[in-house]
């Protein structure tokens, strides 16, 4: 990009995560000529917009520079004529992640943000928004990148890539930075000297790891991280630290996600996420309070730097990524960085047109990933249904189908299909009506045909 006085737009401005976005800005001033910040945000949102925007401007101004910080509810004006274009939206707030839990353990079935029923509702509420996002983006800033970090982040990408036809759009997740570092600390060499190869999709991904030597350390790292005497730390804030079965992923050959524990070793996962439920400290509910508590210490006039508890919040690294990569496409740095993106081949096991998340230099024209090739059976076979259940989903939330919805949540491993599928399905879509417009049809029949199932939901969510 040639442009100077760039003009950055963030589609839910009001987040607890925009002071490590503003701060990821601030440590990039030199490489960034930028002009105006805009942070965006709905009228539900007002409050936490002009707290944290109070805080943004109090931070640049720390750091003696002279950009604009506007705080807006006006989507459009935001996007007028912006350059990047980064989302971290959350449809529902906070309240729908704990519908999202709470229902599906209500059952004895997984609940959590991007996995499993939780997680293909989540993609039923934010899909539809993206694309609206896209449609006025076409209007008021053609030619701008967008940065999608609105989970789940890979469906929400493929979404606007493949259906919005927003070529220049880039996804992020925080995981595979995480996983970049631990394997620096337990080689003892510094991140800059090994060589990542990560490939899959959004919190299903694989690693391998080399050294400068051409040496492949990646069975060293299965030994140092998941061996027989290792702890199998994990350094993931947001799920439980279940141990990988070491002899599974030593045959797999490749370094697992984090997320690989709801899959590799659901049962686990399940049982301390039913623990949680009974004792009303799901993940989305202590989530709450600990953004309530970063509130609290952002209404401080007298911060103007990031707190370190905003690091106990479960995603941080993710704004730094945005920055990082806004400048990687600025000054055609190419950052060796993991995005999701087009697959074009990257990876034969799937679609060439369907987004994957996988390793490359990020440059003017966008990410280069690296070729994959193929993955081992054991991989290949269950990254093809998470594929497959994916683009069902976006079918679903789209065109607001309730039979590819119901399919999608028989297809997805941690949803047990049959009756149990349909009435997690139905359950979810009550308890999200006023945030599923494309699902009205379904909705009203559900409500006409089930009034049970209305009851069920409205007693349960009494007790959030």
Not at 140 to 152: E, I, M
Not at 173 to 198: S, T, W, Y
Not at 237 to 247: G, R, T
Not at 400 to 425: C, E, R
Request: with cysteine; aromatic share 8%; hydrophobic share 35%.
């Amino acid at each position: 990009m040639t442009r100077e006085a760039l003009k950055i737009a963030t589609i839910g401005g009001g987040s607890s995560y925009t002071p490590e976005l503003i701060e990821g800005y601030i440590k990039r001033k030199d490489e960034l000529p930028i002009q105006e910040i805009w942070l965006v945000d709905i009228e539900a949102g007002k409050e936490k917009l002009e707290t944290v925007g109070a805080m943004a401007k109090r931070m640049v101004k720390a750091a003696g520079l002279d950009w604009e910080v506007h705080l807006t509810l006006d989507r459009r004006a935001a996007l007028k004529d912006a350059d990047f274009v980064s989302t971290q939206f959350r449809v529902g707030l906070l309240d729908a992640r704990i519908k999202d839990e709470r229902i599906p353990l209500s059952h004895g079935v997984l609940g959590q943000e991007t996995n499993g029923a939780g997680g293909m509702f989540k993609a039923f509420r934010t899909i539809p928004v993206i694309l609206g996002i896209i449609e006025d983006m076409k209007e008021l800033c053609p030619d701008a990148w967008l940065v999608n970090f609105t989970n789940p982040a890979g469906m929400v990408t493929e979404a606007a890539i493949k259906h919005g036809g927003w070529k220049k759009t880039a996804g992020l997740c925080n995981v595979p930075i995480g996983h970049r570092k631990q394997a620096a600390e337990k080689l003892g060499i510094p991140e800059d000297d090994l060589f990542f190869k990560f490939a899959g999709i959004n919190h299903f991904h694989w690693h391998r790891v080399w050294d400068k030597q051409g040496n492949e350390r990646t069975q060293e790292l299965i030994d140092l991280i998941y061996g027989p005497q290792e702890d199998s730390e994990s350094h993931l804030k947001n799920i439980h630290n279940a141990p990988f079965h070491y002899e599974q992923i030593k045959d797999l050959g490749m370094l697992p996600c984090g997320y690989h524990r709801y899959y590799y070793i659901e049962d686990e996962m399940l049982k301390h996420s039913i623990e949680e439920f009974e004792k009303g400290e799901t993940r989305a509910q202590v989530v709450k309070e600990t953004e309530a508590r970063l509130f609290e210490l952002y209404k401080d006039p007298n911060l103007d730097y990031k707190p370190k508890e905003l690091e106990q919040r479960g995603g941080t690294h993710y704004s730094d990524a945005a920055c990082e990569l806004i400048a990687s496409i600025h000054n055609d740095k190419r950052t060796d960085m993991v995005v999701s993106t087009e697959n074009n081949g990257t990876i034969t096991d799937l679609p060439y047109d369907c987004v994957v998340e996988v390793s490359g230099p990020v440059t003017a024209h966008g990410h280069e990933p690296y070729n994959w090739g193929a993955f081992p059976p054991a991989a290949r076979g269950i990254i093809q249904v998470m594929k497959g259940m994916e683009e069902t989903v976006i079918r679903a939330a789209i065109d607001g189908d309730y039979g590819a919805a119901l399919h999608a949540f028989t297809i997805n491993p941690l949803v047990p299909g049959g009756s149990m599928a349909k009435t997690l399905l139905d359950e979810l879509l009550i308890a999200h009506k006023n945030h599923l417009p494309n699902f009205t049809e379904a909705i009203t029949k559900i409500e006409k045909e089930q009034p049970d199932t209305v009851a069920y939901v409205t007693e349960l969510m009494k007790s959030n």
